[in-house]
């Protein structure tokens, strides 16, 4: 069964501070990987994918993500962490069945203290 | 480019009322659209995936009769909650997939829902 999880509920950073949010992941085959983020009351935002290619993937508002197979992991980071990033972020990987659908993680909350 | 809508963006209703929500691409064409719903502090749930001109295809344990889909033009789609109660009150949240792109997910805004 494909599943991705998220260990943390919440993760705390002072603003300036480099920061990390843990995704695993479970799929069979190829995994094709996502991050989104959700602020208050909003839908979601993609901030970036690895579908292949280098392990490390840069995406939106200076967020990347490294694809690591042998620990099933696809970790997003940031060097420095603005408040502005306090969001609920979500890991997602895509069903390998039909209409390629997303399963989300579930979610973990940023908060970033200046 | 890539906008989704949905309207409402908020509503209350009364309890055995039916409530429509409309999901909108606003710059593309969408044969695929998303349906999920997301309860507070949780993640988004997927219900049903919508296919224009066709049948929804419904998640396991999401009742096709009460959360009716309609996805009737390439860039619209309507998710009807029936009869509805209390506890279907929620998020929802639509997704849209660009025709022809296998990868990528443009969501909207998300529709408030309190059954009184």
């Known amino acids: 069964a494909q599943s991705v999880a998220q260990p943390e509920d919440q993760v705390n950073v002072a603003e300036g501070n480099p920061l990390t949010v843990k995704c695993t992941y479970s799929v069979s085959g190829n995994p094709y990987l996502f991050w989104y983020v959700q602020y208050p009351n909003r839908g979601l935002q993609f901030l970036l994918k690895?579908?292949?290619?280098?392990?490390l993937v840069k995406g939106s508002y200076g967020f990347e993500a490294e694809f690591n197979k042998s620990q099933t992991s696809f970790h997003l980071k940031k060097p420095s962490a603005l408040v502005s990033d306090s969001a609920l972020y979500f890991c997602a990987v895509r069903f390998s069945g039909g209409y390629n659908k997303l399963i989300f993680g579930a979610g973990t909350r940023l908060a970033v203290h200046p | 480019g890539a906008v989704v809508s949905q309207h409402p963006s908020r509503v209350i209703c009364k309890s055995g009322t039916s409530v429509k929500i409309e999901c909108r691409s606003l710059d593309f064409q969408a044969t695929t659209m998303f349906w999920y719903r997301q309860f507070p502090k949780q993640s988004l749930m997927l219900m049903a995936t919508?296919?224009?001109?066709?049948?929804?295809?419904?998640e396991q344990g999401v009742e096709k009769d009460k959360f009716l889909i309609n996805h009737a033009s390439l860039t619209l789609s309507t998710l009807t909650v029936t009869s509805a109660h209390p506890e279907d009150s929620s998020f929802y949240i639509c997704?849209?997939?660009?025709?022809?792109?296998?990868?990528?997910?443009?969501f909207g805004p998300g529709t408030r829902l309190l059954v009184l």
């Open positions: 690895y579908i292949t290619g280098d392990n």
């Open positions: 919508s296919n224009e001109g066709s049948k929804a295809t419904y």
């Open positions: 997704s849209a997939r660009p025709s022809g792109q296998q990868e990528t997910q443009y």
